[in-house]
């Protein structure tokens, strides 16, 4: 088989994988195993930061891992430890890339604390790496957003602290000097300063990363994917992907998010880029509540079908689920989910509702 061949072999088992003729995702109906699991509820931690790898060879970060809403009302102090290590995981079957991450995962951990709360931030560049790594917060005011004061060489580590006194949900990314390809590779993720009043409560969390990857490599030739500043330069990404991999939350690769009819879901999106804009949308669903720039200070938007969230930012969104079955998130870029990998999708699992719409077949 060409590698042109297996090119085309791959997209096609990608389109059938994810179910992202769109209208086809239906296809991936609610009769599989999974939708009559039971759906236990997130474990809500509070505290300032958790993170976790969907599987430990693989830079996925599960999306559920984050901490939980904030639930104290007085200033506290947050120790905040992230790693720069370089880990080989597969895009999609066959495929693989070394990224560059912060502990391990794409995107990033979450981190999340208060308005008014202090936040000591340590970043440690393995031993074993062989360039130089630091951290922008755009929740921080100060030179390069941190990274003025903690590019650290290999085996070594830097601390600062800031206070966060104002909120939003932003992003933080590695911030050397061609950070374009380190956040390309992974080294991005958000942080949440909850306002005072904190967020409206929903019932269920989820964490997603997009970015894109310049290869040398065509979409889906088996083997190491080696990254491809030239075709960074001219903006033309190999893959376009949530949280460093093809199409990762369908059921045929490691599983849908789910929820329960009934619920309210929110979904925190950070767009590392480093240069394509998300057209997010929730196919088959609306963001009934919507803080465009992660502004969390704002009152939010509501119905909104299709934000724009830049390279650099982040966008979080609240969606009901009136009726059960699949909303696959996207950048409605579609070229980029029919051809570049981009998908994941939340599995709504419950009774029909035929108030909100009924099926006549
Ligand atoms: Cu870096």
Redesign the pocket.
């Known amino acids: 088989m060409s590698f042109e061949d297996a090119t085309k072999s791959n997209r096609r088992q990608f389109i059938q994988m994810a179910g992202v003729g769109i209208a086809a995702s239906s296809a991936i109906a609610l009769s599989g195993t999974q939708a009559s699991a039971s759906v236990p509820k997130p474990e809500l931690t509070t505290g300032s930061f958790v993170g976790k790898r969907l599987l430990p060879d693989l830079v996925v970060a599960d999306p559920t891992a984050i901490p939980g809403p904030i639930s104290y009302d007085s200033p506290r102090s947050h120790d905040i430890h992230l790693v ?1 290590k370089s880990v080989v995981s597969e895009i999609l079957p066959g495929v693989t890339h070394t990224f ?1 991450t912060f502990n391990g995962q794409v995107p990033a951990p979450m981190i999340r604390a208060r308005q008014g709360d202090t936040l000591n931030i340590t970043v440690t560049n393995s031993p074993e790496n062989e360039t130089s ?1 630091s951290i922008d917060l755009h929740a921080v005011r100060g030179t390069g957003g941190g990274a003025g004061y903690s590019e650290v060489a290999p085996g070594k580590s830097k601390t600062f602290t800031f206070k966060a006194d104002y909120p939003g949900a932003f992003i933080y990314h ?1 911030g ?1 000097s061609n950070m374009d390809e ?1 956040i390309s590779r992974g ?1 991005f993720g958000m942080i949440v300063i909850e306002p005072l009043e904190g967020l409206p409560a929903v019932d269920r969390e989820f964490y997603i990363g997009q970015h894109e990857l310049y290869t040398k490599e065509s979409f889906g030739q088996p083997g190491e994917a080696n990254f491809d500043g030239r075709s960074m330069v001219k903006e033309d990404p190999t893959y376009v992907l949530f949280s460093g991999a093809v199409a990762p939350f369908v059921a045929s690769r490691f599983g849908t998010m789910k929820a329960e009819v009934g619920e309210t879901v929110r979904v925190f999106l950070v767009s590392g880029g480093p240069n394509l804009m998300s057209s997010f949308h929730p196919v088959g669903n609306v963001w009934s509540r919507a803080w465009p720039q992660g502004g969390l200070a704002n009152e939010p938007l509501k119905y909104i079908q299709t934000w724009p969230v830049t390279p650099g930012s982040t966008f979080v969104g609240d969606m009901d689920l009136p009726v059960p079955g699949l909303i696959t998130l996207v950048d409605h870029a579609l070229s980029r989910v029919t051809n570049k990998g981009n998908a994941a999708q939340i599995e709504v699992i419950g009774d029909d509702n035929p108030e909100f719409l009924d099926a006549k077949g």
Request: glycine residues 0%; charged residues 0%.
């Open positions: 720069a560059m790594h590695c050397v380190h080294m």
